[in-house]
């Protein structure tokens, strides 16, 4: 039997269509199992879990007052999340960290502010927004919503699109522009490092609330940051939103930031 | 028929090792930056989208131009257009290669990309424009390739083919609104949070895209046998018409534009604008550029619109003028004020790196290559037939 050229390139494409597909079935099967597995750990959570309907926090401006304030919750979360610092502003990645009220509320600006609230740095952190811009704009769901309210990130799904920094209105996301391994102090190995060409923001600490501990910033804040579950009327971030003045980022864009700042000064816990 | 790309002459040759040769500078300096990260381009923090995306942005345009002549000849039998549609056609898959591609090394973790399709998320807009980019793409290519073989056996195109002619009008438009609304789409960014993002894409492509295509059929008349528009016929100076009308509407458009922002007096609204024009807080690298755009825009329109459009010199300089207008006002400064300034009310700005630029120019050297391969498929195909 002989086959002339067209049939035989016909074949030939016929069998590695065949190929291609059969593979594709095999590595989908073993993707689902894996994906299972995993599942069926994430599931498990420890007993001491924290848990709330919907986490948010208040940033108390009475408590931050020198720079050694901020120092301390910044590094409280640069160590554990093993972030890097570039020692440039090009390829800065960033977490949590201050900026002055004008910048920070932009469009607030108000020539007659007195000079102390002028300069009055406000932590700055992501907003992890009932409503999040970003997750809208994620093409492969590496930036969710989880339950809680937190915006989390799986840094092994993003693929460095960075739609979501373009979407995000409060410049809370970094892009890890080169390799940030060599430009960690001490590699903390509970928690991931990051592979160029992923984003990262706060993710609100949910690998400590799963083991029941606050988050670093949190702890070292000296009461100064409060966390809690905003749909709880007896939590502490629901009392004092719901008494005292406090503002958020950027309402009008609907995004329902969960940071809160308390401006006024308060007298709790 | 690809067989036919493979024979010319020496001129034919030469462009085609000097297209490699710069294909493989934009190589290496892909390895580079694969290698060692995005932050050997010159976007930060700040300015998270650079040239990569605004030359993505551009070419959709570019793609979405060929249904300036599809649908005119398909649709309204305006037999003018005859021999120029495959050429539009063909130049619409270069643009839409090259729009992947330029997705593609824009991306942090490009092995990661197929993600989009494993996990697909149904409100993400990149999700839809990458579906209808590649629709776009193998509708044209189908298209073009069966219309062209069928012509090469002198047989009528099969009748399932109209079919795919008619769907690809919607999904030019649909191409440019969709990837208008990757931008129009977002809170906070005020410069292109704007309802007429989409009809300004149009307007802009279409007066961008088909000046290109003249361009090329003029160099196609000179390099080969074969005129696009034969004396007589008549079809540039249709297209000029569409030109005209597109970039009119585009200059409207941008004027109602500036007018919101600055009658208003909304500060974010103006911000962009006022980077892009005179400078914001003291920087100004793309104000050269905007007033560029600006002059080559009102030249362009002027040329287009008194009888110097018959001229045989102006006619060109009127074209590239189009062109360039818009590919400074898409494919440079759109991107890069949109994140100026940025969500504190400062301004970082953004200079492309050596490396970038390099990258950026190997993309646009594999978009020639493939145009160069199939137009020389369809003249070869057309000059035979004539003979």
Sequence with gaps: MSINRRQFLRRAGMVTALGLGGSFVITGLRGKKVEAASSAAEYETSKDALVAKHWAMVVDMSKFKTEEDFKRVIESCVSIHNIPDFGNLKDEVKWIWHDDYEHTFSGGENEYLTEEFKKLPFAVICNHCEHPPCVKACPTGATFKREDGIVAMDFHRCIGCRFCMGACPFGARSFNYRDPKQFIKKIDPDYPTRTPGVVEKCIFCVERLADGKMPACVEASNGGLIFGDLDDPNSEVRKLISTKFTIRRKVELGTQPSVYYLVGGADHA | ?387
């Design chain 2, 1 to 387: 028929m690809l067989e036919k790309a493979l024979t010319g002459g020496k001129k034919y040759w030469a462009w085609i090792f000097f297209l490699l040769t710069v294909i493989a500078v934009g190589l290496v300096a892909y390895f580079k930056q694969f290698n060692y990260g995005l932050g050997l381009t010159g976007m930060s923090r700040d300015v998270s989208w650079g040239l990569y995306i605004a030359q993505f942005t551009f070419l959709v345009g570019v793609a979405a131009s060929a249904v300036m002549l599809v649908t005119p000849y398909y649709l309204h039998d305006f037999k003018k257009f005859g021999k120029m549609v495959i050429l539009g056609e063909f130049l619409a898959i270069s643009a839409v290669i090259m729009c992947i591609l330029f997705i593609f090394v824009d991306v942090g973790q490009p092995m990661r990309i197929l993600n989009v399709l494993l996990y697909p998320q149904l409100h993400s807009v990149m999700f839809y424009d990458m579906c209808v980019l590649v629709g776009y793409l193998v509708i044209n290519f189908v298209v073009g390739w069966t219309t062209l073989g069928s012509e090469r056996k002198g047989t009528p195109p099969p009748k399932w083919i109209r079919f795919l002619i008619l769907l690809s009008i919607p999904w030019a438009f649909s191409i440019h609104t969709v990837t208008a609304f990757l931008y129009a789409g977002l809170p906070g960014r005020e410069f292109w949070a704007t309802a007429i993002m989409a009809a300004r894409f149009l307007a802009s492509a279409f007066a961008a895209g088909p000046s290109l295509l003249i361009l090329l059929v003029m160099i196609v008349r000179k390099v080969s046998k074969f005129d696009a528009d034969p004396p007589g016929v008549g079809a540039i100076q249709s297209l000029v018409k569409i030109i005209r009308y597109a970039m009119i509407a585009n200059v409207f458009f941008y004027i109602c534009e500036v007018f919101t922002a600055f009658y208003s007096s909304v500060p974010g609204e103006m911000a962009p604008f006022k980077y892009a024009f005179v400078g914001l807080d003291g920087h100004a690298s793309l104000v050269p550029f905007m007033w560029t755009a600006t002059i080559l825009a009102f030249i362009g329109i002027a040329l287009l619109v008194l009888p110097t459009r018959k001229n045989k010199v102006l006619l060109p300089i009127a074209l590239l003028s189009v062109f360039f207008a818009n590919w400074i006002d898409k494919g440079v400064v759109l991107i890069i004020a949109g994140f100026v300034p940025n969500s504190f009310g400062r301004v970082t700005e953004y200079f492309p790196t050596g490396n970038e630029i390099s990258i950026v120019v190997g993309v646009y050297a594999i978009g020639m290559l493939i145009l160069t391969i199939l137009y020389k498929v369809a003249i070869s195909v057309r000059v035979e037939k004539d003979l």
